[in-house]
């Protein structure tokens, strides 16, 4: 609408409503003297026009809350943490706080936590999308000029992201084990496409055609230590059983660690196993862990100042920082079987 204010005010709602300043304000606190019918018609006309509350509007009216939000869709993996940590340094450099959130992959979550972030002032928000997240989000954000960074998934061109490599990245832990002579290799780990899923399967899959080999060894699993142990068996027990298995993450690859232990097999004998991340449980996993190092710390501290540069700019061109990744080699893929002491 032309000449329409960037803010809603109370008074914009309350006229579109047809009710006073003040039953709007009851509404918004929830406050039981408003009949049923009328706090239906104005919730309905709030969200028609996209109206949030401001819970610390008094106190915001002058200055930036100084918090942000970060909203990630699973603090159970060590990664979020590691991400978390590399933010929140930049932030408190920077003077601000962080607001951490988890979505544990629920759109419906996040949408909630989004909600109360605005609500409290935040001065922006970095997510990883949960799955399911689709480009309307970010349309959203856009129009509610909350600044935003996606980070290690990207549902948008639209706006700033900060990732890794993780095509380049699987491709060449894909390439190790073709060298080390496996031609029978499993890719085990993920169950929800999103970009990061697509990326890494992408680097798989071109790899072993490149070599004239088949890539549909593809093992769907949920993203837990014991979905890696269940998955020995699927890899293990085929008519043509795998060589080697590439999984999505460490929290798997660990997973698959104990699982082969289990059974009385060795790691990178009877099985060779590569993760994906390096996070640091992963130079200390019984063997240690060949992966992939993403640098989620440095991810997190680029996300950050990406952040701040939208905060300070809201109209600048959108950035993005896509760090190289980096295979790193160690004892669970056989590769340093030969320096084993007898």
């Not at 996209?50 to 942000?68: E, F, H, I, K, L």
């Not at 909203?71 to 450099?93: C, H, K, M, R, W």
């Amino acid at each position: 609408m032309a000449g329409r204010p960037d803010r809603l005010t109370l008074a914009d709602v309350a006229e579109r409503a047809g009710v006073s300043r003040a039953t709007v304000s009851l509404v918004l606190r929830s406050s039981p003297l408003v009949a049923e019918s009328t706090r239906i018609k104005v919730q309905r006309i709030l969200d028609e026009l996209g109206y949030v509350y401001n819970r610390s509007a008094a106190s915001m009216r002058a200055s930036r809350s100084r918090t942000v939000g970060l909203l990630v869709p699973g603090l159970s993996n060590p990664f979020f943490a590691e991400l978390a940590a590399g933010v929140d340094q930049i932030l408190d450099e920077a003077g601000l706080a962080l607001f951490l959130a988890d979505s544990n992959e629920s759109v419906a979550k996040q949408e909630r936590v989004i909600l109360r972030m605005r609500e409290h002032g935040a001065d922006g928000i970095i997510i990883c999308p949960a799955v399911g997240t689709t480009k309307d989000l970010i349309s959203r954000l856009d129009a509610w000029k909350f600044p935003f960074v996606q980070a290690l998934r990207h549902i948008s061109p639209q706006g700033d992201y900060a990732g890794a490599d993780y095509e380049i990245g699987m491709d060449r832990a894909t390439e190790h084990l073709i060298r080390l002579g496996h031609r029978r290799i499993a890719f085990v780990g993920g169950e929800h496409m999103h970009s990061a899923y697509r990326e890494r399967r992408d680097g798989f899959v071109a790899c072993m055609r490149r070599h004239g080999l088949s890539p549909d060894f593809i093992l769907k699993t949920p993203l837990t230590r014991q979905a890696g142990m269940d998955a020995v068996a699927a890899v293990l027990e085929q008519d043509e059983a795998a060589t080697a298995a590439i999984c999505f993450n460490d929290v798997v690859a660990f997973g698959m660690l104990l699982g082969l232990s289990d059974r009385g097999l060795e790691p990178g004998v009877d099985l060779a196993v590569v993760g994906f991340d390096d996070v640091a449980e992963a130079s200390l996993s019984r063997p240690p862990l060949t992966t992939v190092a993403t640098l989620p710390n440095q991810i997190g501290q680029d996300a950050a100042r990406l952040l701040l540069r939208r905060i300070a700019d809201p109209h600048g061109l959108p950035e993005r920082v896509i760090l190289p990744t980096r295979l790193v080699v160690r004892a669970s893929c056989g590769a340093l079987r030969s320096q084993r002491v007898a």
